[in-house]
């Protein structure tokens, strides 16, 4: 084999696992750039170092102690990653504001496609898309580093305790005691979930048509029939967040009544139904970026509406075009 061969094969195998250590990544991170970067640090020192990889283990967890070690390095900065309602109650309307926070302030939207790898086992695939809901990712935040890895790779990824005690140079022991304390932190924290069918089933569907229809259309009336009684509205960056259908739909009635006329197209991330948001373009015809809306459906109702607005990152992340025109939607 030629040395270029040879070059290409290694290039092969490590980017074959990108999508699956950026999953993992971002789940230890809670930010979709921060886990790109973990990522591409990663296949870079296993690159330099692939003379040095004896077999002794499989690639796949050679290439798992490299991306852990570099996400430890990253946590111990200390930074935290949250959700609006992490931080504060919820903001009535009559009080709401809109108070930006730094981006390393909050936890980060990530496309299906870039943390979801194919798999055949249902079952598999159904724990890999609970695994990245915005709830879940934002209650792995409160463990410890060390804790958080050995849930995501023992309840996640199914590891047995050995590997894991292997791969973090421990006692199996000291693994079980480390899951053992991070599932009790986890429940001791609320942690509702998005309940939502892969692929979506009949009635989700019409759910969200109709939710398309109601936000398109500015109807206030119908949008309120969507809504969970207690269904939240995020906005990061900003830290205002709010509950209930009426302080939801009286802000979009008020501070966000230039979102009417918007178009929402279709895409997914975090597990869950999400939206490209765009507003009529001020400057003429047609639309342009607003946010990524990532929804929560529970039992028939929308019952999580989290838009990001920092298009000029989410967008080209996700894909989308910068800008819609009239006669395209």
């Known amino acids: 084999m030629s040395d270029q061969t040879a070059t290409a094969d290694i290039e092969s195998r490590l980017e074959g696992h990108r999508v699956e250590l950026t999953g993992y990544c971002y789940r230890m991170l809670g930010s979709a750039f921060e886990a790109e970067d973990a990522v591409q640090d990663t296949l870079v020192r296993a690159w330099r170092n692939f003379e040095k990889f004896e077999g002794r283990s499989s690639l796949r967890s050679w290439l798992y102690r490299i991306a852990t070690n570099v996400c430890l390095d990253m946590l111990n900065a200390g930074n935290k990653r949250a959700r609006p309602v992490d931080l504060t109650g919820p903001t009535p309307l009559a009080r709401a504001a809109l108070n930006p926070l730094p981006e390393n302030t909050w936890l980060e939207p990530m496309p299906d496609g870039r943390i979801l790898p194919s798999v055949a086992d249902p079952a598999e695939a159904a724990v890999a898309r609970e695994s990245v809901r915005l709830a879940f990712v934002a209650a792995l935040q409160h463990l410890p580093p060390k804790q958080r890895a050995v849930l995501i790779l023992r309840e996640v990824l199914a590891w047995k305790a050995s590997e894991v005690a292997e791969l973090l140079e421990t006692s199996v022991a000291s693994v079980n ?25 009949e009635e989700q569907r019409k759910l969200l048509d109709r939710y398309v229809a109601a936000f398109e259309g500015y109807d206030m009336a119908a949008l309120t ?33 230039s979102c009417e006329g918007s178009r929402l197209v279709a895409t997914a991330a975090n597990g ?58």
């Open 225 to 257: 029939a969507l809504l969970h009684e207690d269904a939240v509205m995020t906005m990061p960056p900003f830290d205002l967040w709010l509950q209930g259908h009426a302080d939801i739909t009286g802000f979009m009635r008020t501070i966000g009544a």
């Open 272 to 329: 869950t139904p999400a939206f490209a948001h765009y507003k009529p373009d001020p400057d003429g015809p047609g639309f342009v970026p607003w946010a990524v809306q990532v929804i929560d459906i529970s039992e028939g109702s929308v019952t999580g509406m989290h838009c990001f607005l920092d298009t000029p990152r989410w967008f080209p992340l996700f894909g989308l075009p910068d800008h819609l025109d009239a006669d395209a939607v």
């Open 177 to 201: 005691s480390a899951l053992q304390r991070a599932r009790a932190t986890l429940a001791d924290r609320e942690n509702p979930t998005a309940v939502t069918a892969d692929p979506l089933d």
